[in-house]
């Protein structure tokens, strides 16, 4: 009977309707056991991890029957993919399950930030009245833009595009005749990264963690966004200069932020420091794709992708 570990949480359902007749060792917790995550994996023919799990190095050497990894999420970068391609371990991410969940937490905070309103609870119940001070902005009219225009951002644009914004995006692996450019919801303007984080009213970030892309939301990028412009990351913490978005919003400079993934994560009392008494800023623990809708979702792809290739395996 093949055994399957699942090392961070997942629907149980979806453990029960799926992964039925496998040997199944189900502890969210094993993540921050690292021995015991090890052990459990020496007569493992499946893993199943969230972002936190590393699965490479050692966690790898210790898995020597390992046949899949499912993974509960589309994000790689703590997946040593070549690692197992070189000795036939099968890779398989939740595409396309959360894409929805992350769309609707970039625009949902994107709208709190802009409009600014909603922080007023205690004041009112006080018996201040501080309309003047909290005339925000709307959302119909600005633009999106949308650095990296993979299946998650153009989700998001599309939903935007109900909302009234207007769209751009800068990818450079995606050709200026792919049809996403010009999608049913309207067109989709082409920008260079620099011409993107000059003309954005709300700059949302959708790449991986790369060579490429670690630290490119510095200072100096911040700098050049327009005067209240919001920025949201809800891909891989190391896109953003943590300490470079604190300081802006202190001073002033950007209308605000919301971060959703950290350089480390969990993100302690050490790291989050630099975020102390920091305005108009919404922190939250790499949460922006998973609701109970899509943790449903993701659990079902992943546990019938990882029985699927054991089954036929």
Not at 135 to 162: D, Q, Y
Not at 219 to 236: K, S, T, V
Request: proline share 5%; glycine share 10%; with cysteine.
């Amino acid at each position: 009977m093949p055994k399957v570990v699942i090392s961070e949480f997942m629907d149980e359902a979806a453990i029960r309707e799926e992964l039925s007749g496998f040997d199944v060792l189900y502890d969210s917790g094993l993540v921050d056991r690292p021995e015991a995550l090890r052990a459990a994996l020496n007569d493992a023919d499946a893993v199943i991890v969230r972002n936190r799990t590393q699965v490479r190095g050692d966690l790898l050497a210790a898995a020597p029957d390992l046949k899949v990894v499912g993974r509960l999420g589309v994000g790689l970068d703590n997946i040593d993919v070549p690692a197992c391609d070189a000795r036939g371990i099968a890779v398989y991410p939740a595409t396309g399950a959360n894409d929805g969940a992350v769309a609707e937490y970039v625009l949902g905070t994107a709208m709190l930030l802009l409009r600014g309103a909603y922080g007023a609870s205690a004041q009112v119940a006080a018996g201040a009245w501080p309309r003047g001070a909290l005339m925000g902005r709307e959302i119909a009219g600005k633009r999106l833009g949308l650095v990296g225009f993979g299946a998650i951002a153009r989700e998001t644009a599309r939903r935007a595009a109900a909302l009234g914004m207007t769209l751009a995006a800068y990818d450079p692996h995606l050709p200026a005749d792919d049809p996403a450019w010009t999608a049913s919801f309207g067109p989709v303007a082409r920008l260079s990264l620099e011409a993107l984080i000059a003309g954005s009213d709300v700059l949302s970030l959708h790449v991986p963690l790369t060579e490429e892309t670690r630290g490119m939301i510095d200072a100096d990028a911040i700098a050049r966004m327009p005067p209240g412009a919001i920025l949201i990351n809800a891909a891989r913490g190391g896109v953003v200069i943590e300490a470079a978005v604190a300081d802006a919003l202190s001073a002033g400079r950007l209308g605000g932020a919301a971060l959703d993934v950290f350089e480390r994560e969990p993100l302690d009392a050490q790291a989050g420091a630099v975020f102390r008494d920091v305005p108009n800023l919404i922190l939250s623990p790499h949460i922006a794709g998973v609701t109970q809708e899509s943790n449903v979702r993701v659990s079902s792809v992943t546990a019938r992708a990882v029985r699927r290739h054991l089954s036929e395996g």
